[in-house]
């Protein structure tokens, strides 16, 4: 039985986490399908959209994304402050710009005189809203509804159009999230539809290389410098991801060029590790990812004996003395 949601999002533990979500049957969601000879391209771009204005409505920052054939990976910082410091005014403004909302918030926007029992529906119902604007599973709903139905009505049909619930993994420290970005902005270049990072399609790696200042991404930043954004620079990232996609489309896998990028030592992560995380296959078989410590830690608080990936955990982010 599937492990509940809720049994894998702690924002106690981390606010990142890496999800994905697959076609059913694992049908085309996006691209050329060689089969019906039907062309999904456009469905990228529907989904990239989607992803981005639900972002400017949750409290949630998009950190990495890759839009596959028949799938797609996302990495999310989940920003709980942020939701909680928002007025209730903002809240509602926010929900009703994806749902129609609550007829009774509509008449307290719109400043129409309440009663003192209709003030508290408003009031209850707003801080439901909160909550779900830091909602992991409320925003991959939001953005896999929209898509299903537009790819149903398009295809003309009914019915599940995703193969179930979406995935999700934890990453516990700033090694895993380094690390999990770079899958998936790698995903093209491990599928062999893109032969570089910066040719790579509907991915976050083109886009902050062509665009590195356009707002829509969570910011890099030298973790010596500011305490905003991610703990590593956009030049430090993109030295990383050019040196691990080499080595994998080279099918050197564990190999370890002699020029590695500076972020490595500065995280104290090693090369071989990485690069055999990197080339793993497209799924998710790990709750979460980080140092040993904090996995056990992480279950202890869910009320779990263990989580899968101490031995991923261990290579990939060892303790540091």
């Not at 409320?138 to 179930?164: Q, V």
Request: proline fraction near 5%; glycine fraction near 4%.
């Amino acid at each position: 039985m599937p492990t509940p949601r809720k049994r894998l999002v702690s924002l106690d533990d981390t606010p990142y986490y890496h999800c994905i979500a697959r076609c059913v049957r694992r049908a085309f969601l996006c691209g050329h399908d060689p089969a019906s000879g039907l062309d999904f391209e456009h469905r990228r771009q529907w989904i990239v959209n989607r992803m981005k204005f639900l972002a400017s409505v949750f409290a949630v920052d998009l950190c990495a994304y890759a839009v596959m054939s028949n799938h797609y990976h996302v990495v999310f910082r989940i920003d709980m402050d942020t939701a909680l410091s928002w007025s209730d005014l903002e809240i509602a403004q926010r929900w009703t710009r994806i749902f129609n909302g609550h007829e009774l918030v509509k008449r307290w926007l719109s400043d129409a005189a309440l009663t003192p029992a209709e003030q508290i529906i408003v009031g209850d119902t707003v801080a439901q809203w909160r909550e779900r604007m830091y909602d992991l599973s409320w925003f991959m709903r939001c953005l896999n509804e929209s898509i299903a139905r537009r790819a149903n009505a398009e295809d003309n049909c009914t019915g599940r159009f995703w193969e179930g619930r979406f995935k999700s993994q934890a990453l516990l420290d700033e090694r895993a999230v380094l690390s999990c970005m770079a899958y998936v902005d790698l995903n093209p270049v491990r599928a062999a539809v893109a032969a570089t990072p910066e040719t790579s399609e509907y991915t976050s790696i083109q886009e902050r290389i062509r665009q590195p200042d356009r707002h829509g991404l969570y910011a890099m930043n030298d973790q010596h410098v500011v305490s905003e954004g991610l703990p590593f620079s956009l030049k430090d990232y993109l030295e990383f991801v050019d040196w691990a996609g080499r080595s994998i489309r080279q099918g050197k896998k564990g190999a370890i060029t002699e020029e590695q990028p500076p972020v490595l030592q500065r995280l104290h992560m090693d090369a071989a590790p990485v690069l055999d995380y990197l080339s793993k296959k497209e799924e998710l078989p790990f709750h979460a990812i980080g140092p040993v410590v904090r996995l056990r830690a992480m279950a202890e608080g869910m009320g779990m004996k263990f989580l899968r990936g101490i031995s991923v955990g261990a290579r990939l982010c060892p303790a540091v003395s």
